[in-house]
Structure formats: C-alpha cells, structure tokens
C-alpha cells in the first residue's frame, strides 16, 4: 500500500501508490487489529467459514498473534492455509524479513541486470507478482485435492525459492559447465547487434538483427551499405567481437530520426524493433487501445482511472474485465461486519472509536 507513495502528496496519499492500485482491483477490503482482543474474535470468525487463508509475514508472527496453524486447524479443519515467509518456514534466514529487494539479491537476479562494466542493479520488482502467482497455482490446486480427498493442505510459499526458480538458468548453467553467467545489458550471446538506442526526442528504439542479410539491410537504410561486407562486420561472429562500434554507428544514425519512423522503415524490412514505450504510449496505443485493454473504473476518492484489464480472454466466457475497482482502507468494514458477521450498526461504531477497524493507517489519525 505503502510503495511509491508518499507523504507530500497530502490528503489520502496512502491511497495512491500505483503497485497497490494494480493489484487489488476486485477486492473488498476489511481493516482489522489483531493485536486486539476484538479483532481476534472477529477473524477468528471469517476463519471458520474461509476456504483459504493466505500470509506473507515471517513464520512467527501468526503464531504471535494466536492464529498458527493448529489454531486455524482447530478453527476451519477444511482450511486451506497458505504460508509465504520471505525465506522460508526453516532454515538459519527463517525469522528475517523479505523485501523485493532482498529476495532479488538473494535470488541472483540482480547479479545478471545491468552493464558489463555496471553495477548489479534491482531488476525491478519482478518478484511480488511471480511469487503471487506461483502461490495462486498452488491454492487452485489445492482446492482441487480437496474436492477429491476431503484433506485440507497447508501450502509453503518460500519467496526466495519461487524467485530462484525463475533465475534457474544461471545455476543450471553452472551446474552444467562451471560457467558463472554475466551481465550483458541489452545485448544478446547469439545475434548482433542488438540494444537500445536513443532517437530524437528524448524517445528510444531497441533492435536486434539475426542474421547477416538483416545487417545489410539495415546499414542501407542507415546510408552506409559498404559497412555490410566490412570485415569488421561481416558476419555475426565478427559483429559481436565489433559490438561497441556496430553501437556507435545505429546511435549515431538514430540520434536525429523520430521513434516511430525508425520502427516503420525497420519493421517493413524485417528486422526485428520496437520503439521503447513509456506510460504515456502504452495508454495512448491504439493496437491496445483497440483491443480495450484499459478499462475505466471508479475509485472512491480519486474518481475514475484507467486500469489494465485481466490479460487473459476466456471465450466463451467472460472478455476479462473487472467487477469493481480498487477499494479503500477499510471500505468494506460495515459491509462485511454487519451484512455477513451480523455486528450492529453500534458495535461496528465502537469498533471503530477502538480502533479495531478504520480507513485511515494507525498513527495518522
């Protein structure tokens, strides 16, 4: 909720981050005090009617707050639980906490991002969504092994072993041959040139050329149609070992035409590019735009917003679209607590003035 949000934006600024906003479209949202007698009683009845309850704390914390798995067992014996500490549930690192950061560190992503020269740098935050859906996969087949055995299971979730898994190419390749993968930057093992380039205005391109015909048409299109049978450049072996300067002569060509030009006259002869969109393209993008991939809904304090849709389209079914937008801290908590708990207008009110439940962060009030 926190994350890239800030502060200085005032009013309801923990409200805005944008990974919050991607993510939690669909969702109620119930804000609750489990260090609180009330707000244990309470979760401990959602628990008893729950199909699943899901966690990323480090492996100490339900239990400090009374809901371990006996607990939840002895609450909902057909609960499914599902457990994602940072590093695991056992091991020396069980008790630490995992950030996105760490668990790319860890995991050897960042080792492989980056200049050769570079530093190792934070991929991105690609971990939070892999490791959500790896969890995903295993709830949905878990429901399924209930369905058939009666047995409710209990789902481990290290998020540094999911993130591994998705870097396992450079560990198997050192398992394979003692080989320690490097950082490359946008360049590839096997065709070039290929990169990034920057264009006028302040725009960019990416391309890659596989083969040597794809080189001569792209050295005629840059003016300079000798550079293809130039020793330097004449086959893929000897543009890799020239890569630097195959570089200098695409950024030199690039740096006075427009983006989409480039794209235009590359793409007609085969050659393989984008141009490097930013936000403002991809929501501006009438190939997306066309296939109705933003979708307008509504937020209760910020108004209407465009969001993605879910990328997958089930025909016959649904075309992907979403029921509701995202909610605000603790939107749903007289819903949830009187129309399916059965809690009072009065007691929800005293809940509140408590702060077992609320809609604005603890410390901010």
Not at 90 to 101: F, I, L, N, T
Not at 182 to 198: C, D, F, L, Y
Not at 348 to 362: E, H, R
Request: charged share 20%.
């Amino acid at each position: 909720r926190y994350s890239m949000s800030y502060p200085q934006l005032g009013g309801d600024w923990y409200e805005q981050a944008g990974a919050w906003q991607a993510t939690n479209l669909n969702k109620r949202n119930l804000t609750l005090d489990l260090n609180s007698s009330e707000g244990k009683r309470i979760f401990a009845r959602m628990v008893a009617s729950a199909d699943v309850v899901v966690e990323n704390y480090s492996p100490r914390v339900i239990d400090n707050f009374g809901f371990g798995v006996d607990r939840l067992r002895e609450l909902n014996p057909r609960l499914i639980i599902v457990r994602m500490p940072g590093f695991g549930l056992e091991g020396p690192w069980k008790d630490y906490v995992g950030w996105a950061m760490s668990i790319e560190q860890g995991c050897g992503a960042a080792w492989v991002t980056g200049d050769p020269n570079g530093v190792p740098l934070n991929p991105g935050g690609f971990a939070d969504p892999v490791i959500g859906m790896h969890a995903l996969v295993a709830v949905q087949a878990a429901l399924e092994h209930r369905d058939l055995t009666a047995e409710a299971q209990v789902i481990e979730v290290a998020q540094l072993e999911t993130a591994a898994c998705w870097t396992a190419e450079q560990v198997i390749a050192y398992s394979l041959a003692g080989k320690v993968q490097q950082r490359i930057g946008n360049r590839s093992e096997t065709m070039a040139p290929q990169g990034v380039h920057k264009c006028a205005g302040n725009q960019w391109i990416a391309l890659s050329v596989r083969s040597d015909d794809e080189w001569g048409k792209l050295t005629a299109l840059m003016g300079s149609p000798n550079q293809a049978s130039d020793s330097r450049f004449s086959s893929v072996k000897a543009r890799m070992e020239n890569h630097a300067e195959t570089d200098r002569m695409i950024s030199a060509w690039s740096a006075s035409q427009k983006a989409d030009a480039i794209v235009a006259q590359l793409r007609a002869a085969g050659i393989p590019v984008s141009k490097v969109f930013t936000a403002v393209d991809m929501i501006s993008d009438p190939h997306l735009s066309a296939r109705k991939f933003y979708q307008p809904l509504e937020h209760r304090t910020m108004g209407v917003r465009r969001y993605t849709r879910w990328p997958m389209v089930q025909n016959p079914g649904p075309m992907g679209t979403h029921r509701y937008g995202v909610a605000t801290m603790g939107q749903h908590n007289a819903e949830i607590l009187g129309k399916e708990l059965g809690l009072s207008a009065a007691e929800i009110d005293d809940l509140a003035k408590k702060q077992v439940i609320g809609t604005v962060p603890k410390g901010l009030q």
